[in-house]
Protein backbone atom coordinates (compact mmCIF):
# COMPACT_ATOMS: atom_id res chain seq x y z
CA UNK A 1 0.00 0.00 0.00
CA UNK A 2 1.53 3.29 -1.28
CA UNK A 3 2.20 5.73 1.85
CA UNK A 4 0.30 8.72 2.24
CA UNK A 5 1.95 12.01 2.37
CA UNK A 6 2.83 13.93 5.98
CA UNK A 7 0.85 16.80 6.52
CA UNK A 8 1.86 20.00 8.37
CA UNK A 9 -0.48 21.63 9.93
CA UNK A 10 -0.41 25.80 9.52
CA UNK A 11 -4.00 26.59 10.84
CA UNK A 12 -6.97 25.29 12.85
CA UNK A 13 -8.25 24.07 9.07
CA UNK A 14 -5.37 23.78 6.71
CA UNK A 15 -2.90 21.23 6.15
CA UNK A 16 -0.02 21.19 3.38
CA UNK A 17 1.60 17.66 2.46
CA UNK A 18 5.04 17.03 2.48
CA UNK A 19 7.17 15.77 -0.54
CA UNK A 20 10.63 14.88 -0.39
CA UNK A 21 12.98 13.27 -2.68
CA UNK A 22 16.53 12.87 -2.73
CA UNK A 23 19.42 12.47 -5.36
CA UNK A 24 22.23 11.02 -3.07
CA UNK A 25 25.56 11.27 -4.70
CA UNK A 26 27.76 8.21 -3.68
CA UNK A 27 31.77 8.57 -4.29
CA UNK A 28 33.13 5.04 -4.96
CA UNK A 29 36.10 5.82 -3.28
CA UNK A 30 37.52 2.15 -3.59
CA UNK A 31 37.73 2.35 -7.29
CA UNK A 32 41.49 3.48 -7.50
CA UNK A 33 40.91 5.40 -10.67
CA UNK A 34 38.60 8.11 -11.60
CA UNK A 35 35.60 7.15 -13.87
CA UNK A 36 37.11 7.78 -17.59
CA UNK A 37 40.98 8.40 -17.02
CA UNK A 38 44.17 6.97 -15.09
CA UNK A 39 44.07 9.89 -12.85
CA UNK A 40 44.32 8.68 -9.10
CA UNK A 41 40.68 9.06 -7.51
CA UNK A 42 42.71 10.22 -4.22
CA UNK A 43 42.82 13.72 -4.48
CA UNK A 44 42.34 15.24 -1.01
CA UNK A 45 45.00 17.10 0.30
CA UNK A 46 46.85 17.68 -2.96
CA UNK A 47 47.89 20.99 -4.49
CA UNK A 48 45.29 22.12 -5.87
CA UNK A 49 44.83 21.12 -9.93
CA UNK A 50 47.71 18.48 -9.50
CA UNK A 51 45.82 15.40 -10.05
CA UNK A 52 44.38 16.15 -13.78
CA UNK A 53 45.30 15.16 -16.95
CA UNK A 54 43.88 15.68 -20.83
CA UNK A 55 40.95 13.35 -20.24
CA UNK A 56 39.68 14.41 -17.52
CA UNK A 57 39.93 18.30 -18.43
CA UNK A 58 37.99 17.25 -21.78
CA UNK A 59 40.85 18.71 -23.86
CA UNK A 60 40.98 18.62 -27.69
CA UNK A 61 41.88 15.27 -29.20
CA UNK A 62 41.13 13.08 -25.79
CA UNK A 63 39.13 10.09 -25.08
CA UNK A 64 37.41 8.58 -22.20
CA UNK A 65 37.90 5.12 -21.03
CA UNK A 66 35.63 3.63 -18.76
CA UNK A 67 36.69 2.60 -15.43
CA UNK A 68 35.20 -1.47 -15.25
CA UNK A 69 36.01 -1.42 -11.66
CA UNK A 70 33.72 1.50 -11.57
CA UNK A 71 30.94 -0.73 -13.29
CA UNK A 72 31.43 -3.74 -10.57
CA UNK A 73 31.32 -1.56 -7.87
CA UNK A 74 27.77 0.37 -8.91
CA UNK A 75 26.43 -2.54 -9.83
CA UNK A 76 27.28 -4.41 -6.81
CA UNK A 77 25.57 -1.19 -4.61
CA UNK A 78 22.56 -1.54 -6.98
CA UNK A 79 22.04 -5.30 -6.19
CA UNK A 80 22.48 -4.80 -2.65
CA UNK A 81 19.85 -1.75 -2.64
CA UNK A 82 17.72 -4.40 -4.54
CA UNK A 83 17.84 -2.90 -8.18
CA UNK A 84 17.19 -4.11 -11.27
CA UNK A 85 20.25 -3.87 -13.27
CA UNK A 86 20.58 -3.08 -16.92
CA UNK A 87 22.23 -5.38 -19.29
CA UNK A 88 23.10 -2.77 -22.00
CA UNK A 89 24.99 0.59 -20.33
CA UNK A 90 24.75 3.35 -22.56
CA UNK A 91 26.41 6.71 -21.04
CA UNK A 92 25.22 10.18 -21.79
CA UNK A 93 27.03 14.01 -22.23
CA UNK A 94 24.45 16.15 -20.15
CA UNK A 95 25.27 19.79 -21.45
CA UNK A 96 25.74 22.98 -18.81
CA UNK A 97 27.91 25.49 -18.45
CA UNK A 98 29.20 26.00 -14.95
CA UNK A 99 32.96 27.10 -13.60
CA UNK A 100 33.49 23.34 -11.42
CA UNK A 101 32.71 21.10 -15.37
CA UNK A 102 35.73 21.76 -17.11
CA UNK A 103 34.10 20.14 -20.21
CA UNK A 104 30.84 21.91 -20.06
CA UNK A 105 29.47 18.59 -20.20
CA UNK A 106 29.24 16.19 -17.49
CA UNK A 107 28.98 12.03 -18.97
CA UNK A 108 26.09 10.62 -16.98
CA UNK A 109 23.37 8.45 -17.52
CA UNK A 110 19.68 9.51 -18.55
CA UNK A 111 16.51 7.33 -18.07
CA UNK A 112 14.35 8.81 -20.64
CA UNK A 113 13.25 7.94 -24.66
CA UNK A 114 14.57 4.38 -24.15
CA UNK A 115 17.49 4.86 -22.46
CA UNK A 116 18.46 3.42 -19.23
CA UNK A 117 20.62 3.71 -15.97
CA UNK A 118 22.77 1.92 -14.16
CA UNK A 119 19.68 0.09 -11.94
CA UNK A 120 16.33 0.91 -11.17
CA UNK A 121 13.20 0.07 -8.92
CA UNK A 122 15.30 -0.53 -5.24
CA UNK A 123 14.33 -0.08 -2.31
CA UNK A 124 15.60 2.15 1.08
CA UNK A 125 15.35 0.55 4.07
CA UNK A 126 15.36 2.42 7.33
CA UNK A 127 15.50 1.83 10.70
CA UNK A 128 11.92 3.32 11.75
CA UNK A 129 10.74 0.30 9.77
CA UNK A 130 9.91 2.48 6.18
CA UNK A 131 10.86 1.36 3.12
CA UNK A 132 11.99 4.30 0.54
CA UNK A 133 11.64 3.40 -3.16
CA UNK A 134 14.91 3.74 -5.45
CA UNK A 135 13.65 5.14 -8.94
CA UNK A 136 17.07 4.61 -10.56
CA UNK A 137 20.79 4.54 -9.45
CA UNK A 138 23.27 6.51 -12.56
CA UNK A 139 27.13 6.17 -12.75
CA UNK A 140 28.41 9.61 -13.85
CA UNK A 141 31.56 11.80 -13.34
CA UNK A 142 32.05 14.16 -10.04
CA UNK A 143 32.62 17.62 -11.27
CA UNK A 144 35.25 19.98 -9.68
CA UNK A 145 35.52 21.72 -6.48
CA UNK A 146 34.61 25.65 -5.75
CA UNK A 147 35.94 27.82 -2.90
CA UNK A 148 35.04 30.70 -1.85
CA UNK A 149 36.09 33.64 0.87
CA UNK A 150 33.48 33.74 3.52
CA UNK A 151 30.22 32.59 1.80
CA UNK A 152 28.52 32.13 -1.76
CA UNK A 153 26.78 35.55 -1.87
CA UNK A 154 29.21 37.71 -0.13
CA UNK A 155 33.01 36.00 -1.64
CA UNK A 156 34.42 38.20 -4.19
CA UNK A 157 35.61 35.93 -5.53
CA UNK A 158 35.64 31.95 -6.52
CA UNK A 159 37.97 29.30 -6.88
CA UNK A 160 38.32 26.12 -8.77
CA UNK A 161 39.87 23.33 -8.18
CA UNK A 162 39.29 20.18 -11.14
CA UNK A 163 41.19 17.63 -8.96
CA UNK A 164 38.05 16.25 -8.17
CA UNK A 165 36.51 16.22 -11.76
CA UNK A 166 35.89 13.16 -12.86
CA UNK A 167 35.86 10.97 -9.98
CA UNK A 168 33.52 8.02 -10.01
CA UNK A 169 30.14 9.02 -8.26
CA UNK A 170 26.85 6.90 -7.98
CA UNK A 171 23.75 8.55 -7.53
CA UNK A 172 21.14 7.45 -5.79
CA UNK A 173 17.83 8.85 -6.65
CA UNK A 174 14.49 8.12 -4.35
CA UNK A 175 11.19 8.47 -5.51
CA UNK A 176 9.20 11.42 -3.67
CA UNK A 177 8.15 9.65 -0.68
CA UNK A 178 9.77 10.68 2.29
CA UNK A 179 7.91 12.39 4.82
CA UNK A 180 9.93 14.25 7.52
CA UNK A 181 13.92 15.42 7.67
CA UNK A 182 14.05 12.76 10.26
CA UNK A 183 13.71 9.80 7.79
CA UNK A 184 15.67 11.77 4.77
CA UNK A 185 18.33 11.41 7.55
CA UNK A 186 17.99 7.72 8.42
CA UNK A 187 17.97 6.81 4.41
CA UNK A 188 21.46 8.35 3.86
CA UNK A 189 22.49 6.95 7.18
CA UNK A 190 21.40 3.34 5.76
CA UNK A 191 22.97 3.96 2.44
CA UNK A 192 26.16 5.17 3.87
CA UNK A 193 25.68 1.76 5.98
CA UNK A 194 25.70 -0.55 2.70
CA UNK A 195 28.39 1.37 0.84
CA UNK A 196 30.97 0.72 3.81
CA UNK A 197 29.83 -3.12 4.24
CA UNK A 198 30.35 -3.31 0.77
CA UNK A 199 33.74 -1.86 1.04
CA UNK A 200 33.16 0.87 -1.59
CA UNK A 201 32.77 3.77 0.09
CA UNK A 202 35.08 5.38 2.91
CA UNK A 203 32.82 7.48 5.47
CA UNK A 204 35.46 9.64 6.89
CA UNK A 205 36.89 11.27 3.68
CA UNK A 206 35.33 15.38 3.28
CA UNK A 207 32.48 14.98 0.33
CA UNK A 208 32.48 11.46 -0.37
CA UNK A 209 28.75 11.03 0.24
CA UNK A 210 26.66 14.55 -0.43
CA UNK A 211 23.03 14.69 -1.13
CA UNK A 212 20.51 17.09 -3.28
CA UNK A 213 17.11 17.23 -1.50
CA UNK A 214 14.11 18.16 -3.46
CA UNK A 215 11.08 18.98 -1.53
CA UNK A 216 7.33 20.43 -1.86
CA UNK A 217 4.80 21.40 0.22
CA UNK A 218 0.64 21.18 -1.57
CA UNK A 219 1.90 19.40 -4.07
CA UNK A 220 3.38 22.45 -5.47
CA UNK A 221 6.53 23.61 -7.40
CA UNK A 222 9.44 21.64 -6.47
CA UNK A 223 12.67 23.07 -4.49
CA UNK A 224 16.14 21.44 -4.80
CA UNK A 225 18.88 22.49 -2.36
CA UNK A 226 21.76 21.49 -3.51
CA UNK A 227 25.18 20.00 -2.20
CA UNK A 228 24.31 19.26 1.59
CA UNK A 229 27.71 17.50 3.16
CA UNK A 230 26.54 16.36 6.23
CA UNK A 231 23.41 14.29 7.20
CA UNK A 232 22.66 16.79 10.08
CA UNK A 233 22.49 19.42 7.40
CA UNK A 234 20.34 17.56 5.25
CA UNK A 235 17.83 17.50 8.03
CA UNK A 236 18.16 21.22 8.86
CA UNK A 237 17.71 22.13 5.37
CA UNK A 238 14.51 20.24 4.66
CA UNK A 239 13.09 21.91 8.16
CA UNK A 240 14.37 25.60 7.07
CA UNK A 241 12.44 24.90 3.78
CA UNK A 242 9.61 23.46 5.25
CA UNK A 243 9.11 26.76 7.17
CA UNK A 244 9.96 29.18 4.31
CA UNK A 245 7.60 27.64 2.25
CA UNK A 246 5.11 27.41 4.78
CA UNK A 247 5.35 31.04 5.68
CA UNK A 248 4.96 32.05 1.71
CA UNK A 249 1.87 29.71 1.24
CA UNK A 250 0.37 31.05 4.36
CA UNK A 251 0.83 34.34 3.10
CA UNK A 252 -0.83 33.50 -0.47
CA UNK A 253 2.38 33.50 -1.93
CA UNK A 254 3.20 30.65 -5.03
CA UNK A 255 6.37 28.94 -4.24
CA UNK A 256 8.75 29.19 -7.68
CA UNK A 257 10.37 26.20 -8.94
CA UNK A 258 14.19 26.86 -8.19
CA UNK A 259 17.36 25.34 -7.00
CA UNK A 260 18.53 26.75 -3.72
CA UNK A 261 22.23 26.81 -1.71
CA UNK A 262 22.21 25.37 2.09
CA UNK A 263 24.46 28.27 3.78
CA UNK A 264 25.62 25.88 6.33
CA UNK A 265 27.20 28.53 8.33
CA UNK A 266 24.07 30.69 8.81
CA UNK A 267 21.78 27.47 8.21
CA UNK A 268 19.62 29.00 5.98
CA UNK A 269 18.92 28.31 1.70
CA UNK A 270 19.23 30.75 -0.52
CA UNK A 271 18.23 31.15 -4.01
CA UNK A 272 21.48 29.97 -6.69
CA UNK A 273 18.93 30.15 -10.06
CA UNK A 274 15.88 28.84 -11.75
CA UNK A 275 15.69 25.23 -11.70
CA UNK A 276 16.91 23.72 -15.14
CA UNK A 277 14.19 21.57 -17.19
CA UNK A 278 15.66 18.54 -19.06
CA UNK A 279 15.22 20.22 -22.28
CA UNK A 280 17.73 22.61 -21.17
CA UNK A 281 20.47 19.99 -20.48
CA UNK A 282 20.34 18.58 -24.13
CA UNK A 283 20.97 15.35 -23.35
CA UNK A 284 22.52 12.86 -26.26
CA UNK A 285 24.93 9.57 -26.51
CA UNK A 286 28.10 10.44 -25.74
CA UNK A 287 29.47 9.28 -28.96
CA UNK A 288 33.02 8.51 -27.96
CA UNK A 289 31.87 5.82 -25.32
CA UNK A 290 30.04 2.51 -27.00
CA UNK A 291 26.97 0.55 -25.07
CA UNK A 292 28.02 -1.85 -22.87
CA UNK A 293 26.64 -5.34 -22.64
CA UNK A 294 26.22 -6.50 -19.19
CA UNK A 295 25.95 -10.67 -19.16
CA UNK A 296 23.69 -12.55 -16.22
CA UNK A 297 26.96 -14.73 -15.49
CA UNK A 298 28.74 -11.66 -14.59
CA UNK A 299 25.76 -10.29 -12.67
CA UNK A 300 25.23 -13.54 -10.37
CA UNK A 301 28.94 -13.42 -10.26
CA UNK A 302 28.45 -9.67 -8.30
CA UNK A 303 25.97 -10.61 -6.27
CA UNK A 304 27.52 -13.78 -4.85
CA UNK A 305 30.61 -11.41 -3.94
CA UNK A 306 28.87 -9.17 -1.98
CA UNK A 307 29.55 -9.17 1.76
CA UNK A 308 27.37 -9.02 4.50
CA UNK A 309 24.91 -6.21 4.73
CA UNK A 310 23.63 -3.91 7.81
CA UNK A 311 19.80 -5.87 7.88
CA UNK A 312 21.49 -9.39 7.95
CA UNK A 313 23.89 -8.52 10.05
CA UNK A 314 21.25 -7.37 13.05
CA UNK A 315 19.31 -10.65 12.41
CA UNK A 316 22.51 -12.35 13.02
CA UNK A 317 23.24 -9.85 16.03
CA UNK A 318 20.19 -10.95 17.56
CA UNK A 319 20.16 -14.74 17.10
CA UNK A 320 24.08 -14.94 17.93
CA UNK A 321 24.15 -12.77 20.45
CA UNK A 322 20.63 -12.48 22.29
CA UNK A 323 20.34 -8.86 21.88
CA UNK A 324 16.92 -7.10 21.23
CA UNK A 325 16.11 -6.01 17.45
CA UNK A 326 16.01 -2.36 18.10
CA UNK A 327 20.08 -2.14 19.37
CA UNK A 328 20.67 -4.65 17.07
CA UNK A 329 19.55 -2.33 14.18
CA UNK A 330 21.19 0.77 15.72
CA UNK A 331 24.71 -1.25 15.72
CA UNK A 332 24.72 -1.66 12.24
CA UNK A 333 23.77 1.62 11.17
CA UNK A 334 27.91 1.98 10.75
CA UNK A 335 30.31 -0.82 10.29
CA UNK A 336 32.67 1.11 12.21
CA UNK A 337 30.37 0.22 15.75
CA UNK A 338 28.87 -2.81 14.77
CA UNK A 339 32.99 -4.06 14.28
CA UNK A 340 33.69 -2.97 17.69
CA UNK A 341 30.38 -4.85 19.22
CA UNK A 342 31.88 -8.06 17.36
CA UNK A 343 35.15 -7.73 18.05
CA UNK A 344 34.69 -6.26 21.62
CA UNK A 345 32.32 -9.80 22.07
CA UNK A 346 35.14 -11.98 21.60
CA UNK A 347 36.29 -11.34 24.79
CA UNK A 348 33.38 -9.91 26.74
CA UNK A 349 30.50 -12.39 27.15
CA UNK A 350 27.83 -9.64 28.62
CA UNK A 351 26.25 -8.97 25.40
CA UNK A 352 23.32 -7.07 26.57
CA UNK A 353 26.07 -5.00 27.93
CA UNK A 354 28.41 -4.21 25.63
CA UNK A 355 25.24 -3.43 22.91
CA UNK A 356 24.21 -0.85 25.47
CA UNK A 357 27.50 0.80 26.35
CA UNK A 358 27.56 1.02 22.56
CA UNK A 359 24.37 1.69 21.49
CA UNK A 360 23.65 4.10 24.13
CA UNK A 361 26.30 5.80 25.95
CA UNK A 362 29.26 5.98 22.92
CA UNK A 363 26.47 6.24 19.99
CA UNK A 364 24.90 9.04 22.38
CA UNK A 365 28.19 11.02 22.93
CA UNK A 366 29.21 10.97 19.75
CA UNK A 367 26.10 11.96 18.41
CA UNK A 368 25.63 15.39 21.17
CA UNK A 369 29.32 15.94 20.21
CA UNK A 370 28.62 15.35 16.06
CA UNK A 371 31.89 13.58 15.59
CA UNK A 372 32.26 10.42 13.49
CA UNK A 373 33.20 7.08 15.15
CA UNK A 374 35.93 6.37 12.46
CA UNK A 375 37.45 10.30 13.35
CA UNK A 376 38.33 8.36 16.91
CA UNK A 377 40.82 6.49 17.87
CA UNK A 378 38.23 4.40 20.05
CA UNK A 379 39.17 0.65 19.57
CA UNK A 380 38.16 -3.40 21.15
CA UNK A 381 40.69 -2.76 24.03
CA UNK A 382 39.18 0.52 25.23
CA UNK A 383 35.76 -0.66 25.38
CA UNK A 384 37.03 -3.86 27.25
CA UNK A 385 38.98 -1.86 29.59
CA UNK A 386 35.85 0.03 30.58
CA UNK A 387 33.57 -2.79 30.91
CA UNK A 388 36.30 -4.96 32.93
CA UNK A 389 36.81 -1.85 35.56
CA UNK A 390 32.82 -1.82 35.79
CA UNK A 391 32.46 -5.64 36.12
CA UNK A 392 35.45 -6.05 38.84
CA UNK A 393 33.54 -3.15 40.70
CA UNK A 394 36.32 -0.47 40.36
CA UNK A 395 34.09 2.24 39.20
CA UNK A 396 30.70 2.30 38.84
CA UNK A 397 28.06 2.69 36.33
CA UNK A 398 27.99 6.58 36.02
CA UNK A 399 31.46 6.42 35.86
CA UNK A 400 31.72 4.18 32.98
CA UNK A 401 29.92 6.61 31.08
CA UNK A 402 31.86 9.06 32.19
CA UNK A 403 35.16 7.37 30.85
CA UNK A 404 33.45 6.75 27.42
CA UNK A 405 32.57 10.60 27.13
CA UNK A 406 36.60 11.05 28.23
CA UNK A 407 37.11 8.72 25.73
CA UNK A 408 35.83 9.95 22.40
CA UNK A 409 36.82 13.55 24.10
CA UNK A 410 40.60 13.20 24.52
CA UNK A 411 41.08 10.01 22.88
CA UNK A 412 43.30 9.09 26.11
CA UNK A 413 43.26 5.42 26.94
CA UNK A 414 40.98 4.51 29.99
CA UNK A 415 43.66 3.10 31.94
CA UNK A 416 44.97 6.43 31.58
CA UNK A 417 41.92 8.70 33.44
CA UNK A 418 40.23 5.42 35.40
CA UNK A 419 42.21 6.56 38.77
CA UNK A 420 39.89 9.05 39.20
CA UNK A 421 37.03 7.50 38.51
CA UNK A 422 37.78 4.31 40.91
CA UNK A 423 34.65 3.45 43.52
CA UNK A 424 34.84 5.41 47.12
CA UNK A 425 35.97 2.07 48.85
CA UNK A 426 36.71 4.26 52.58
CA UNK A 427 33.26 4.37 54.33
CA UNK A 428 34.00 7.25 56.24
CA UNK A 429 34.87 8.95 53.42
CA UNK A 430 31.53 8.15 51.98
CA UNK A 431 29.91 9.21 55.01
CA UNK A 432 31.92 12.33 54.99
CA UNK A 433 30.20 13.22 51.37
CA UNK A 434 26.47 11.81 52.59
CA UNK A 435 27.05 14.58 55.56
CA UNK A 436 27.39 17.49 52.81
CA UNK A 437 24.92 16.19 51.09
CA UNK A 438 22.49 16.40 54.51
CA UNK A 439 24.11 20.06 55.23
CA UNK A 440 23.57 21.22 51.48
CA UNK A 441 19.79 19.99 51.07
CA UNK A 442 17.91 19.98 54.96
CA UNK A 443 14.87 20.32 53.58
CA UNK A 444 15.19 17.55 51.34
CA UNK A 445 16.19 15.35 54.10
CA UNK A 446 12.87 16.47 55.81
CA UNK A 447 11.10 15.24 53.20
CA UNK A 448 13.23 12.39 52.87
CA UNK A 449 12.14 10.71 56.21
CA UNK A 450 8.34 10.29 54.80
CA UNK A 451 9.27 10.29 50.73
CA UNK A 452 10.80 7.64 48.77
CA UNK A 453 11.78 9.67 46.27
CA UNK A 454 13.38 12.46 48.10
CA UNK A 455 15.80 9.85 48.88
CA UNK A 456 16.28 9.29 45.52
CA UNK A 457 17.20 13.17 45.37
CA UNK A 458 19.71 12.86 48.03
CA UNK A 459 21.23 10.16 45.98
CA UNK A 460 21.67 12.06 43.24
CA UNK A 461 23.45 15.03 45.44
CA UNK A 462 25.78 12.24 46.73
CA UNK A 463 26.76 11.18 42.94
CA UNK A 464 27.14 14.45 42.15
CA UNK A 465 29.64 15.62 45.04
CA UNK A 466 31.58 12.17 44.20
CA UNK A 467 31.59 12.69 40.31
CA UNK A 468 30.19 9.68 39.96
CA UNK A 469 32.45 7.42 42.63
CA UNK A 470 30.12 6.23 45.25
CA UNK A 471 28.43 3.12 44.72
CA UNK A 472 24.46 3.77 44.28
CA UNK A 473 23.78 0.64 46.19
CA UNK A 474 25.92 0.98 48.83
CA UNK A 475 24.84 4.83 49.06
CA UNK A 476 21.46 4.22 49.03
CA UNK A 477 22.23 2.51 52.27
CA UNK A 478 24.34 4.33 54.11
CA UNK A 479 21.35 7.04 53.10
CA UNK A 480 18.27 5.68 54.91
CA UNK A 481 20.77 4.47 57.99
CA UNK A 482 21.55 8.32 58.75
CA UNK A 483 18.35 9.01 58.59
CA UNK A 484 17.22 6.84 60.50
CA UNK A 485 19.22 7.52 63.17
CA UNK A 486 18.27 11.02 62.76
CA UNK A 487 14.14 10.20 63.32
CA UNK A 488 15.59 8.85 66.69
Request: hydrophobic share 35%; with cysteine; net charge neutral.
Amino acid sequence: MKRQPAKMSMTETQEYEILIGLEIHCQLTSVPTKLFCSCSSDYREKAPNSVICPVCMGLPGTLPVLSRSAIEKGLMLALALECTPVTRLIFYRKNYFYPDLPKNYQITQYDKGGASPLAYNGTIKISDGHSIPITRINLEEDPGRLTYQGSIQTSPYALVDYNRAGVVLAEVVTAPELRTPKEARLALESVQAILEHLGSFESTLDGSIRCDANISLARGNRVEVKNITSFKDVARALTFEITRQRGLLSKGIPIKMETRHWDEKRRITVSLRVKEGEAEYRYFPDPDLLPIEISKTELSELKAAIPELPESRAKRFVLDFGINEETAKTLVRGKGLADLFEESSKEFKNYDKLAHLLSADLLGVLNRSEIDLNDTKITPKHILRILKLEADGVISGPAARDLVTQLVNTGDLPSHIAEEKTKITDKKLLEAEIHKAFMNAPQAVNDAKTNENAINYLLGIVMGLTKGRADPKETLTMIKKMLEKSRQ
